[in-house]
T-cell receptor
Framework: GAVVSQHPSWVICKSGTSVKIECRSL??????MFWYRQFPKQSLMLMAT?????????EQGVEKDKFLINHASLTLSTLTVTSAHPEDSSFYIC??????????FGNGTRLTVT | QKEVEQNSGPLSVPEGAIASLNCTYS??????FFWYRQYSGKSPELIMF??SNGDKEDGRFTAQLNKASQYVSLLIRDSQPSDSATYLC????????????WGLGTSLAVNP
């Protein structure tokens, strides 16, 4: 149980374009979803916390107009990287939880912006 | 500022030995404690979670929690080369906007 599906697993896009990443909880209702970013050999960096039906809460330094998060249902959250630049290239990982249960992660999306 | 601290390592142990990973936290109100394993280039995977003081065992893994001393540890018995990964400690306090507070992780290398 507690499977989180993230899609796509990798994407290459051109500078200036937008990329959407989907995160789905397959067998539970995710009251809270989290989006993380991880650069090579660095720790997880929380970008935003998303509760179903409400606006995401962004961490300090994360541009909410650049990283659009939508949590439209209890099983789906999306992250859209708008006007991507090479410095946005990173490993993006979503995670989901129901209540205070343990957090489960998707397999991550490796984004490369050329 | 709420913090979770781990020794970055690398911790190197021979195959078959016990690996001991430690984590301390600053928020005395923390309620839940988690250990995740992350292989290079992959997302974290939940290994253990513990809520109460004492030990919790699951196969080769044992989590130990001491709230008075504010530390949580993970023991891996009969370590295997496949256990080589970064182990992340995470701490949860429901009053902290539902966020987990993460340690930076300890790199474990199990040598054949």
């Amino acid at each position: 149980g507690a499977v989180v599906s993230q899609h796509p697993s990798w994407v290459i896009c051109k500078s200036g374009t937008s990329v959407k990443i989907e995160c789905r909880s397959l067998d539970f209702q995710a009251t809270t979803m989290f989006w993380y970013r991880q650069f090579p050999k660095q720790s997880l960096m929380l970008m935003a916390t998303s509760n179903e039906g409400s606006k995401a809460t962004y961490e300090q330094g994360v541009e909410k107009d650049k990283f659009l998060i939508n949590h439209a249902s209890l099983t789906l959250s999306t992250l859209t990287v708008t006007s991507a630049h090479p410095e946005d290239s990173s490993f993006y990982i979503c995670s989901a939880r129901s209540g205070a249960a343990p957090l489960h992660f998707g397999n991550g999306t490796r984004l490369t912006v050329t | 500022q709420k913090e979770v601290e781990q020794n970055s390592g690398p911790l190197s142990v021979p195959e078959g030995a016990i690996a001991s990973l430690n984590c301390t936290y600053s928020d005395r109100g923390s309620q839940s404690f988690f250990w995740y394993r992350q292989y290079s280039g992959k997302s974290p995977e939940l290994i253990m979670f513990i809520y109460s003081n004492g030990d919790k065992e699951d196969g080769r893994f044992t989590a130990q929690l001491n709230k008075a001393s504010q530390y949580v540890s993970l023991l891996i018995r009969d370590s295997q080369p496949s256990d080589s990964a970064t182990y992340l400690c995470a701490v949860y306090n429901a009053g902290n906007n539902r966020k987990l507070i993460w340690g930076l992780g300890t790199s474990l290398a199990v040598n054949p």
